[in-house]
């Protein structure tokens, strides 16, 4: 196969593999899951009873059923009062007439105060179902509100965790969403934990104590004091409950929605199960079992997750049911049952993260608590191995110069002198090949009828000059993995959200927000950025993109085929389109890999005397006839004959005659 046709080969792998990112991973958003801001549901209702079915919540999640019991069982799923309204998406403030201050002020409630959280605990049913993150906001504008993650309960979509006991036998009076506790502190902060009590008349004091770091990490112990004259077997649960719709980013190649680490020994390394609203919907029940791990609901940026002590067994599970024409789900975790003879204790413990998907933050936490793989809380994708390095090494730049954008373009010349090797030798071959391109022509020429002769005779002259036809596809091919696992740290890292690089580009993580409709901003109107006008909706980046690749195309050996010339010129165009949509800081590191890589390319084609040529006009069409192709009585070989100017004999000839 002639080089450009290998060429032609790596090119359009590469547009496949883009239109596939383009047109598969990346949807239309459709309402599919509760936000953040809407999520929730309504508590459960009383204890579980031995012999009668778990009650249907009326403000809160389905409490899992105890092993034992022969209750019917049910669809885990919170439950909201008041129905849903408009979808909220996540990050953004709550819904309209969700009137979210006035239900927190229905009940007493212990403020959380951290650095970087703000909300409280509803004393009635103990139920944390209010938390704002104080470093995000909700919009680019330093003026829109900051993101609430979790919602009260009666909220549109809301969005809550609770804790309690269930048992398997009869008559033992529990904790409901009717229960009021009392709290020994009226604030939650980072080294002052506050306990809630609350006593059943029936010999059981339960105890329920809050501890919170300065990140996002809220450790709670819940203890239970028998002070009656029989033993009693209880099992402590957690559920993380959500309600209503949410329109999702939309990514088919970011996971959104249920998920979790699971193990089958404590010495075994756990599996991340990722579970689809979708399939969760036709399923209403999907179960599990691990020694440790954790299991969660995320978002985007955002993740909710809950976590026992990691050598404790432990139930889990995905739930989802359908009320009121809503959406309900909820993931939970089941403990052993502990035995809590007369004047007898027991106390288990669950940690909760619910806060920002900060690398630094998650890291930690699987460090300490040592949460099983909690790392893969951030999708880094298939080529984790080279997208997480890549973003460890924009942070510790981010560090040094202040700006992701920048960290960017440090990063593509590192990545540069990386390859420099290897790049280098792919251009020192297209330099060569430039050069051939005469020979090659005619050889094509020669034996344009017969294809099988006219490759041969091309592989021949390739290996006489020592060329790799192959070669000149490297940079492209080196180019893609880096390309991928930077689409996918600026897709799932916060700390790219809002990262700002210079002039009109003040989000990385989006597109460029400027528009060749309205001239980029000159004219008096906003274009639109979605639908099929927001295809052609194509911003400065990637114009920019295009010229650079277009004059980096003018470098390469010019196919003779005209067809495969005629792509060659669209290919700039295409990978425009192609490219307007994606994230800022993609188009910029696209762009400028491409001028470092023109710049190396010319710097090697001079020094091969071959850059007239390659930035000479080319239309691909065939070469020029020679002066003599066929054979003749006096040039039986069909030899070219060489010119002769007049008046001058042959050199040869000269010598002999003494001249």
């Given amino acids: 196969m002639s080089d450009q046709k290998n060429l032609l080969m790596a090119i359009v792998i590469s547009i496949v593999i883009v239109l596939g990112f383009q047109f598969l991973f990346v949807d239309k958003p459709k309402p599919q899951a509760p936000s953040p801001q809407s999520a929730g549901g309504p508590k459960t209702s009383g204890s579980t009873v031995s012999g009668r079915a778990p009650q249907a919540p009326s403000a809160g999640a389905v409490k899992p059923l105890a092993p034992g019991s022969t209750a019917k069982p049910q669809a885990s799923i919170p439950q909201v009062q008041g129905g849903g309204r408009a979808p909220v998406v996540p990050g953004t403030v709550a819904a309209p007439g969700t009137n979210r201050e006035a239900l927190l002020k229905k009940s007493q409630r212990v403020r959380i105060v951290t650095p970087r959280l703000r909300g409280s605990i509803a004393l009635l049913g103990a139920k944390l179902d209010d938390l704002t993150m104080l470093g995000y906001r909700s919009e680019l504008d330093m003026n829109s509100a900051k993101v609430d993650l979790l919602q009260p309960v009666g909220a549109d979509n809301a969005y809550f965790v609770e804790y309690g006991w269930v048992a398997s036998q009869k008559r033992i009076s529990l904790p409901s969403d009717k229960t009021l506790w009392a709290a020994d502190r009226s604030e939650l902060r980072p080294g002052q934990p506050v306990t809630l009590r609350w006593d059943n008349g029936q010999g059981l004091r339960f105890e329920r104590t809050y501890a919170i770091d300065k990140n996002y990490l809220i450790t709670v112990t819940q203890k239970i004091v028998n002070s009656g004259n029989r033993t009693v077997e209880l099992f402590p649960y957690a559920v993380i409950a959500r309600s209503g719709e949410v329109t999702t980013s939309g990514w088919y190649v970011l996971h959104e ?3 979790g680490v699971f193990r089958k020994k404590a010495s075994n390394g756990g599996s991340l199960e990722e579970i689809s609203w ?10 599990k079992t691990s ?5 969660g609901i995320t978002d985007r940026y955002w993740l909710v997750a809950l976590a026992p002590v990691q050598n404790i067994k432990v139930k889990a599970g995905f739930g989802h049911r359908k009320l009121a024409q809503l959406d309900k ?7 052993p049952g502990q035995r ?3 004047r007898g204790t027991a106390s288990a413990i669950t940690y909760l993260f619910a806060g920002a998907k900060e690398i630094k933050v998650i890291d930690a936490y699987a460090d300490k608590p040592g949460l099983t793989q909690f790392d893969l809380a951030i999708d ?16 510790w730049l981010h560090s040094m110069v202040g700006n992701f954008g920048v960290s960017i373009l440090l990063l593509t010349i590192a990545i540069k002198i990386l390859f420099f090797p290897l790049a280098n030798k792919s251009y020192r071959a297209m330099a060569k090949m430039k ?19 006219q490759n041969k005779e091309m592989m021949e002259l390739y290996k006489r000059e020592k060329v790799n036809p192959m070669a000149g596809c490297w940079p492209m091919l080196i180019q893609i993995p880096v390309f991928f696992a930077l689409y996918k740290v600026l897709l799932v890292n916060i700390e790219m959200r809002h990262a700002p690089f210079f002039g009109w580009v003040q989000d990385l993580s989006a597109r460029d927000p400027t528009s060749v409709l309205n001239l980029f901003g000159l004219l008096p109107f906003d274009a639109p950025m979605t639908g099929m006008v927001g295809m052609i909706s194509i911003g400065i980046w990637p114009l920019l993109m295009g010229i650079s690749m277009f004059l980096q195309q003018r470098l390469n050996p010019a196919p003779p085929d005209p067809m495969q010339a005629r792509i060659f010129m669209m290919l700039p165009i295409v990978f425009t389109f192609i490219l307007a949509p994606f994230a800022a800081g993609l188009v910029i590191y696209w762009t400028w890999n491409n001028l470092l890589s023109m710049t190396q390319q010319w ?7 071959t850059l007239s040529q390659a930035t000479a006009p080319t239309g691909g069409g065939p070469p020029k006839k020679a002066h003599a192709t066929g054979p003749s009585k006096h040039n039986p070989g069909g030899e070219q004959r060489k010119k002769v100017r007049p008046g001058r004999a042959p050199r040869s000839r000269r010598r002999r005659s003494g001249s």
């Fill in 340 to 342: 809590i003879a007369p």
């Fill in 380 to 395: 880094f994708g298939w080529f984790y191995f080279l997208t997480k390095p890549i973003f460890l090494v924009l942070i």
């Fill in 278 to 287: 979708d399939d969760l919907r036709d399923k209403k029940r999907i179960n």
């Fill in 329 to 335: 789900w909820q993931v939970d975790i089941l403990q």
């Fill in 291 to 295: 020694v440790g791990g954790w299991i």
């Fill in 603 to 609: 710097i090697i084609m001079k020094r091969h005397g």
């Fill in 257 to 259: 929605g249920p998920y």
């Fill in 435 to 453: 050069a051939l391109t005469p020979k090659m022509k005619q050889i094509k020429e020669r034996f344009k009828d017969q294809k099988e002769l």
